[in-house]
């Protein structure tokens, strides 16, 4: 999954870019607004960290952007205004959570899962298709629940799958995902080919009961066999 942190203090950015990483997040940082504006509305992320003091601007005033332009994110305003009137314009314009500087690492990080949970998974900690479960905070997959070993990649591109299973999943927004914005840089996407080719055999291999289908020209979609 991944997550922008939208921060213009070097230092904090840094150890909470680092402690998310831990957490088998992929991370992205911006440090003023118009870096933060520009993010938010060309890539997705699965949860937004906003601070509302910003070089250029506010991170008020890109709530309200993504409320006027309907953009869907999970957002977490991280802030040194700790007074209610804040805490209730942020939240009544769209944020998820308030947490106000300073804090604990750890509590981020609860809150961070607490969020993604609640918006995608309904409070779960598991995602299930077919015969196959994904345990998201185990890092753990099993088939007939028997366990099967995958790489980081490989696990995070299933459940990327697992959460638009009745979606089709372009290679662009899969790569995005996975391996972050700076996927620009890239040539082509071979990588993903491999990386799927190869998750492809593991669940073919420990008879699952769904597999890749690729879409020719344009993505992939998971579907039940």
């Known amino acids: 999954m991944k ?18 990483a831990k957490e088998h997040f992929i ?13 938010v509305f060309v890539y997705d992320y ?7 003091m910003l070089p250029g601007g506010t991170g008020i005033d890109i709530l309200n952007e993504l409320k006027k ?25 769209g944020a998820d959570d308030y947490l106000t500087k300073p804090f604990h690492l750890a509590e981020l990080n609860a809150r961070v899962h607490a969020v993604l949970r609640r918006k995608k998974l309904e409070g779960k900690n598991t995602l299930e298709y077919g015969n196959l479960t994904l345990d998201i905070e185990r890092r753990q ?11 980081r990649k490989e696990f995070d591109i299933l459940e990327y ?36 080719k190869n998750l492809r055999k593991k669940l073919q291999e420990s008879d699952a009961t769904i597999t890749i289908e690729a879409i020719y020209g344009v993505g992939y979609k998971l579907k039940e066999q």
Not at 4 to 19: A, C, F, Q, R, Y
Not at 31 to 36: E, G, I, L
Not at 72 to 93: C, R, V, Y
């Open 3 to 20: 997550i922008l942190i939208i921060e213009d203090e070097p230092e904090l950015s840094k150890v909470i870019s680092e402690s998310l």
């Open 27 to 39: 991370i992205e940082t911006a440090v003023d607004y118009n870096t933060a504006s520009e993010k």
């Open 46 to 52: 699965d949860c937004i960290l906003l601070d509302i």
């Open 69 to 93: 332009t309907g953009k869907d994110a999970n957002i977490i305003i991280i802030s040194a205004k700790d007074s209610l009137e804040d805490k209730l314009k942020g939240l009544s314009l």
């Open 141 to 151: 997959v099993s088939i007939n629940d028997k366990t099967i070993n995958l790489n």
């Open 161 to 196: 799958f697992l959460l638009n299973k009745s979606r089709l999943v372009t290679r662009t927004a899969l790569a995005e995902h996975v391996w972050g914005d700076n996927i620009d840089q890239a040539d082509n996407f071979d990588f993903i080919y491999y990386q799927i």
